[in-house]
């Protein structure tokens, strides 16, 4: 009765839970659909009013003197260690007007950071002789806007710069140290930039609730995909969010173009982590949802489902390769599902009978290749069938190592180990093989 009352409770609970889910997402939806839809010139209004305050803030911020550093650090990982210098700065700033990255621009960022240094440890000199900076420090300015830092990084740099403050006053010498400013100048820049940045996030909420459905709309290609709507459609919104703080308007893109891309980058990467048991790679998941749209085509015109060469002629791939994405596609089914989700009742579990009841034939078969190696045992000398037993675990006695056995038998652990190898080599002989004549394909 008590296993019974809590399968009903579980049923129960979960039924509830799919309830909950199911309204949270009618009053999301509801909530979306209510946002004012803006048009595509209002849209490129409010990206162009985003790139002209996230410039300012990215002038203010270059004015401390530990950005510059921290610019120098940028550069000199893209040098060494390969990362992609659009993963820090604007694309548009690097490509100066072309449609491609230039062929030199690692050089031209290596020149670009030995500027950076020495601008600043001029700038760091005269701030320790306790000289006016401002001709240094608008010379530090001029060049490190040659190329403009993304709103991903300004971000980190404007969270960096706004820790300092929360130092101790009798540790804030080390924040003018970094800042190369004083610490009345240090407020008054951090106050400013606070108002920029409240600023900057309400354009940047306007153009992601522009967008809401258009993360809907993609997250509704995906429901068949094991995960629930809810977290694909809260993935999606990550991804926007994304695109609205790297979105780069002086390339000519639309912000819908670009918002997409990561909206489906984020969705197919939760998707990969979460739809399976067995996680499989991001491409291999587009793969499987390419086949599985190919092959519901193939039913709605031919009525039935497609062969393995039939899958392969329309994806234009090779039979084998659509074999093993079928067998990838496979999904792992827990042994506490439920027969029928929609009724009360049993688990697979109990569909499974016991190993000591299932295929009783078996169970037969292994008795009597058991009996027959025993009596193989049985024409050996006692020593010798000791080992065997002992070192394979035979007659219910634990398999032991060579040194146990050694200790056991009162040898040395080589003169164990040679009469196991001659036993084995004396077992595998003609003469004894014939007791088990017929009897090896019994286990199979």
């Not at 969270?159 to 929360?166: D, L, N, P």
């Not at 015109?301 to 090779?318: T, Y």
């Not at 009841?357 to 024409?379: Q, V």
């Not at 050996?380 to 200790?407: M, V």
Request: aromatic share 6%; hydrophobic share 35%; with cysteine.
């Amino acid at each position: 009765m008590s296993g019974e009352h809590s399968k009903k409770s579980a049923a129960g609970r979960k039924n509830h839970s799919e309830q909950d889910c199911t309204s949270s997402l009618s009053s999301y939806l509801n909530s979306v659909g209510r946002i004012s839809q803006a048009d595509p010139v209002m849209l490129q209004t409010l990206a162009e009013s985003v790139d002209e305050l996230q410039l300012e803030i990215g002038k203010r911020l270059a004015r401390f003197g530990f950005t510059a550093l921290e610019y120098c650090r940028i550069l000199e990982e893209c040098s060494n260690s390969g990362s992609s210098p659009e993963d820090f700065f604007l694309s548009s700033s690097l490509r100066q007007g072309g449609t491609a990255l230039p062929l030199n621009l690692l050089e031209q960022l290596n020149d670009w950071k030995e500027e950076i240094r020495n601008a600043h440890a001029l700038l760091e000199e005269t701030f320790e002789k306790g000289l006016p900076c401002h001709e240094k420090r608008d010379d530090l300015l001029r060049i490190m806007e040659k190329f403009r830092i993304n709103g991903v990084m300004a971000r980190e740099l404007y969270q960096t710069a706004a820790g300092y403050t929360e130092l101790n006053p009798e540790h804030y010498s080390q924040a003018e140290k970094r800042f190369l400013m004083n610490a009345d100048e240090i407020k008054e820049a951090l106050r400013e930039l606070d108002g920029m940045y409240a600023e900057l996030e309400k354009r940047h909420t306007r153009m992601a609730e522009c967008n809401l459905r258009l993360v809907v709309s993609i997250a509704g290609k995906y429901r068949e995909c094991n995960v629930p709507l809810n977290d694909i459609i809260q993935e999606g919104n990550l991804g926007l969010m994304v695109a609205v703080q790297r979105f780069d308007v002086k390339l000519g893109n639309r912000f819908s173009t670009y918002a997409g891309w990561w909206i489906k980058h984020y969705i197919l990467r939760a998707i990969s982590e979460q739809s399976r048991v067995i996680r499989l790679p991001l491409h291999m998941i587009q793969l499987i949802q390419n086949m599985n749209r190919a092959e519901q085509r193939f039913i709605q015109n031919e009525g039935r489902e497609p062969e393995n060469h039939e899958l392969a002629a329309l994806l234009e791939m090779p039979v084998a390769r659509i074999s093993a994405v079928r067998k990838m596609a496979a999904q792992s089914i827990s042994l506490q599902a439920p027969l029928n989700p929609d009724e009360e009742g049993g688990s697979l579990e109990e569909l499974i009978a016991p190993e000591e009841k299932s295929e009783p034939w078996r169970n037969f078969a292994k008795k009597i290749l058991f009996d027959k190696l025993y009596e193989m045992l049985n024409t050996l000398p006692e020593r010798e069938r000791q080992i065997i037993i002992y070192r394979f675990g035979l007659y219910g006695e634990p398999a032991l190592p060579l040194c146990d056995i050694s200790a056991r038998l009162k040898l040395s652990r080589e003169r164990v180990r040679q009469l196991e190898n001659k036993v084995m080599a004396l077992l595998r002989s003609k003469e004894y093989l014939k007791f088990i004549d017929g009897l090896s394909h019994l286990d199979d």
